[in-house]
């Protein structure tokens, strides 16, 4: 199918607003009080924690080595793991800081070990925690707020996140990037596209500006609800910086990867090979995801040619196959009677599509 900008090209502001006819209003649904079913009661721990809290009282003397200890114990592997905090051990480190003297440590210490549990997706530990930070008397800041709003978008409670965002502006903070990449997320989540639409034009309002996640996370959520030229749009806004923001941030891999994707499975073979080359004249080397979305639209297009093609390029470059890309080849080869050529098993795809 044949991309036609020129019949269906328009800037993204303005169709979040108008042809999506969505009004930020609505991004605040009823604002009830956030529910919980968390106890009441103080938190009892088993015998498991005894070695942590040995470990708190002989380590953890002042605000700098508790710092230390939180960023040891809550520290990424490397590979994008972050190590195990149980809920129980969360209670047990918390209960500490609060009774640490002289005074409490800085709210900023206890956005370490939510930040922790929230990615380790302990989402109702976080909440409880937050309940109990503000009964002690301390105050979170945008960051804890910000969490907190994660938190309940991951739980698909996105109405409550924006409860969060009303305390926040009531605080007189002001939100951040990360803020609205939650609450777009979580809308988008839900499929409630046009209220993503219109709460990422309200970035400057708060004098805020998106950052590659906010756009990855919209472009995302329009290609999945079947808006891939509004997606494009706001892509090309990024890319050129002729949007209302201006050049804020480039597309990267993520970005590309997404796009691309969307419009293959729209049927714009020719307008995803031809940012798949200008991600590389940008230097951004594609992925096993790129090629994989790029071989399967071609695949989708009955070019099996040029499929064939970058698959042969893919392997030259280095980029190892996987069992998506083997899946979208193989079901090629099936589709056309080419499964003789294959010999599962003991040939190579690499060797099967070379042929």
């Known amino acids: 199918m044949a991309f036609v900008s020129s019949t269906r090209s328009f800037h993204f502001t303005s169709i979040s607003i108008s042809a999506l006819r969505c009004n930020f209003s609505s991004s605040f649904p009823h604002t009830r009080k956030p529910t919980s079913s968390i106890?009441?009661?103080?938190?009892?721990?088993?015998?498991?924690?005894?070695?942590?809290?040995?470990?708190?009282?002989l380590t953890v003397k002042d605000r700098a080595s508790l710092k230390k200890f939180l960023k040891e114990r809550c520290k990424s592997s490397g590979q994008g793991d972050i190590n195990l905090i149980t809920p129980n051990e969360a209670l047990c480190i918390f209960d500490y800081m609060l009774r640490m003297h002289p005074s409490p440590p800085p709210v900023s210490s206890f956005n370490i070990l939510f930040g922790c549990l929230a990615k380790n997706k302990h989402y109702d530990t976080v909440l409880s925690l937050f309940k109990r930070l503000n009964s002690a008397g301390l105050f979170p800041d945008i960051y804890t707020h910000s969490i907190l709003i994660n938190c309940f978008?991951?739980?698909g409670r996105v109405s409550h996140g924006f409860v969060v965002l009303g305390r926040i502006l009531r605080s007189c903070f002001t939100p951040n990037a990360v803020t609205f990449t939650s609450l777009i997320k979580g809308l988008c989540a839900e499929s409630r596209i046009m209220e993503a639409a219109a709460l990422f034009t309200k970035h400057r309002v708060f004098a805020c500006e998106p950052d590659v996640f906010t756009y990855n996370t919209l472009i995302n959520g329009l290609c999945r609800t079947g808006h891939t030229i509004v997606a494009l749009n706001l892509f090309?806004?990024?890319?050129?910086?002729?949007?209302?923001?201006?050049?804020?941030?480039?597309?990267?891999?993520?970005?590309y990867n997404t796009i691309i994707d969307g419009l293959c499975k729209e049927g714009f073979v020719d307008k995803a090979k031809e940012l798949f080359l200008k991600m590389k004249d940008e230097?951004?080397?594609?992925?096993?995801?790129?090629?994989?979305?790029?071989?399967?639209?071609?695949?989708?297009?009955?070019?099996?040619?040029?499929?064939?093609?970058?698959?042969?390029?893919?392997?030259?470059?280095?980029?190892?196959?996987d069992v998506v890309t083997f899946s979208v080849i193989m079901d090629e080869l099936c589709k056309n009677g080419k499964m003789d050529k294959a010999k599962p098993a003991k040939v190579s795809v690499h060797t099967t599509v070379k042929n």
């Open 236 to 255: 090309e806004e990024m890319a050129n910086g002729n949007g209302e923001f201006g050049v804020v941030c480039k597309p990267n891999t993520v970005t």
């Open 39 to 57: 106890s009441e009661n103080e938190p009892s721990y088993p015998t498991t924690t005894s070695k942590l809290k040995e470990s708190l009282r």
């Open 153 to 155: 978008c991951k739980m």
């Open 283 to 321: 230097n951004i080397n594609p992925d096993v995801v790129t090629y994989t979305s790029v071989i399967r639209g071609f695949c989708y297009a009955n070019d099996w040619n040029e499929a064939k093609r970058l698959f042969i390029e893919m392997m030259d470059q280095g980029v190892q196959p």
